[in-house]
């Protein structure tokens, strides 16, 4: 009898584990051993003897940190730094401030669900198309001789704006970020904004609050959670943006290779065929990445994913 | 558009077809069954219709299978290679590769040496391609395919019009320039653009320059040269006074200037016609192609813009018989035809000019235009490339689209030391002795 309790204790032991394993593995197989890899080969470089010609002329040999340093005194590091902090102060407040008063106005519109339904998916819609394309579509708009507006700007005899020029560049990305990514915040704000009993808004206006007050008092604060949630998904994509800076580049001379961190990763890797120091610098973000948004929670009491606190 | 993708869908792609060029390679049975069997090779390329070049080799030869896998361009398809070539597995058996990219491609280990199978070969082609495929050393690392001499091409009614002549010297396309933006402020009769290295490495050759060169064992690298200064000046000074555009090359915008009559002059190489029968259709019957203009007309020089060799990858099973293809492709009369009439290349090898008598549809007109190709061809300066082109190419995109931006030609002259410091720091930082 005893043997089959340690048996049966054994085996209940073993029952989280189990259901644990899938995720585990997943998580191992790809996420922990690609950061390893990658923290794994930013710590190496290969060396190249004499001319570089020869068959095994080149050896991979530790590199300790020279990597970390060499990335990080790239003249051209601080300014795709300070680059994505000007990017993300545009695009994060005006993504979320415009999901938000959407998504109230949506809200606001309870009674009509047909056209409410037709609004929804309208703004919704930008976030189904991939990057990539969404960069090219903008393209042809900013050029001013293939974009439309640039043909009807001339027919009223007024000059066409450089919109890819030095000047206007940051905004012309953030565009396409804050055109592709406020659908899908504005869903997340709406479907908080849909499980507040109406209950609550009954009482509101028979208290005579107005249709602003009830937003500003009630339905932000409801909210406040989700919109601390899409704050950091923001801020992480913000500071993983690529594919719009990339495709946009060859279409003027001020996006560089080095327009944003990551973009440097990629030229690294890629076009100098340097994935040493490309590991480095990733690492450097991912960490980056890592602090910014634990950080953040913990600022705020970690109040976004936890719906009951508020 | 094709470009605008090329570097994201490269990598996208690469893992697709890691897969596909692995199954491939796995198929060949020929490896345990040793001769007599059938042997399938895979070919990346990026030229046009290269896949009915093709045929006219599988058609003839039965026991070897080339299977063309069409790429994006030369630089994503070099990084696919790079990349390939890293992981052990997936490059094809035969590549493409552009003259500027084989050192950094040997250099990569990237190559085969098939200078057992070389044979006669050498006579077939000018020596400045041949160099290219064998750094001036014993290996051969491919059979030169392509070659790209720089041309001038014109609107011709354009310069009636302001009543002017193809220019013979660069001080004649300057004149020409500030006339026909002096008339029509709208037209440029060119656009300096940061976008294409390959075309500034062009102008910089027909000048004088080498970027690199060898010295015993060690590189030298010369970008801030007088040579490269003199034709950084000299774009500079346009770009500053406003007479040709800053914009780059290859966008929708640049296609719409060719096609509108904006852009009334391409400075740029044989193979012109096709991408201009592609962006100014509508221009078509008006334009004419010339000699490059000159730094001193007395001894007239050109440089190169694109020219490729094929080559065979070091990780192909079968490198004799893809040896044998690539000559075929690149010297085989039959071959040279298909390519120049389907693949709308300008064959390397000397027997081209017997079968390019038509000149291209764009210039059906211009019964000449071969001639002046060839003679082109004879023009060019050598210029040795180095084994890291890819971040001297990048730096110029950058130091460059700063300065084209900025439109002062101090600004130009001032980038070449950017470049000349980020590729010597990057081959002393790998290891490469460099000299000086």
Known sequence: MSLTTTRRSIRRAGVPYAFLAPGLLLFTLFLAAPIGYAGYLSLRKVKVSGLGLGSKSRTEVWAGLSNYARSMTDPEWLPSVYRILGYGLIVVPAMLGLALLMALLLDANRTRPALSGFARISIFLPYAVPAVVASLLWGFLYLPRVSPFGYALGKLGIGTPELLSSSWVLYAVANVAVWGGTGFNMIVLYTALKSVPTSLYESARIDGASELAIAWRIKIPIVLPSLIMTFVFSMIATLQVFAEPMTLKPLSNTISFTWTPLMKVYRDAFVRNDIHSAAATSVVIALATFLLSFGFLKLVGRRAFDQEDS | ?436
């Not at chain 2, 030229?47 to 896998?69: F, R």
């Not at chain 2, 354009?158 to 002096?182: C, M, R, S």
């Open chain 2, 1 to 436: 558009m094709k470009k605008t993708l090329a570097p994201l869908l490269a990598s996208l792609t690469a893992a697709a077809l890691f897969t596909t060029t692995a199954c491939s390679g796995s198929d060949d049975k020929a490896d345990s069954a040793g001769g007599g069997e059938k042997v399938a090779l895979t070919y990346w390329s990026w030229a046009p219709n290269m896949d009915k070049v093709v045929e006219g080799w599988n058609s003839t030869h039965p026991d070897i299978h080339v299977t063309v896998n069409k790429q994006d361009g030369g630089d994503p398809a070099v990084t696919k290679l790079l990349t390939a070539i890293k992981a052990g597995s997936g490059a094809p058996d035969v590549m493409q590769a552009e003259y500027q990219k084989i050192p950094t491609l040997i250099s990569a280990d990237a190559l085969a040496d098939i200078s057992s199978q070389a044979g006669s070969l050498k006579d077939k082609f000018p020596a400045a391609a041949w160099n290219s495929v064998t750094l001036g050393g014993d290996a051969l690392y491919g059979v030169p395919q392509d070659s790209g001499p720089l041309m001038f091409f014109y609107r011709s009614d354009v310069f009636e019009k302001n009543g002017l002549q193809a220019p013979k010297t660069w001080d004649d396309y300057a004149a020409a320039a500030e006339k026909i933006h002096k008339t029509n402020p709208k037209q440029y009769l060119g656009t300096f653009s940061a976008a294409d290295a390959g075309l500034f490495v062009g102008l910089a050759q027909q000048a004088g320059a080498s970027w690199w060169g060898v010295q015993g064992d060690s590189w030298t690298v010369d970008v801030n040269d007088a040579a490269t200064q003199k034709v950084a000046g000299y774009w500079g000074g346009l770009v500053e006074k406003g007479v040709i555009d800053n914009k780059p090359m290859y966008t929708p915008e640049w296609n719409a200037a060719l096609n509108d009559g904006s852009q009334v002059g391409w400075v740029s190489a044989v193979w012109a016609p096709g991408v201009l029968e592609g962006s100014a259709k509508e221009t078509k019957g008006k334009w004419k192609a010339a000699s490059m203009p000159q730094w001193d007309a007395a001894s007239p020089a050109t440089g190169n813009w694109g020219g490729s060799a094929t080559s065979v990858t070091s990780q192909s099973k079968h490198p004799k018989e893809a040896a044998e293809f690539i000559a075929w492709l690149n010297s085989d009369p039959a071959a040279l035809k298909l390519l120049a009439g389907t693949a709308n290349v300008y064959p390397a090898a000397n027997d081209a000019t017997s079968v390019l008598t038509t000149p291209p549809a764009f210039f059906a007109g211009q019964s000449d235009f071969y001639t002046i190709a060839a003679e082109a061809g004879k023009q060019a300066r050598p210029f040795t490339y180095g084994p890291n082109v890819n971040v001297a190419y990048s730096a110029f995109n950058d130091a460059f689209g700063k300065a084209a931006e900025s439109k002062k030609a101090s600004a130009f002259t001032e980038s070449l030391a950017t470049i000349q410091k980020a590729t010597v720091d990057d081959m002393k930082n790998s290891g490469f002795t460099v000299a000086g």
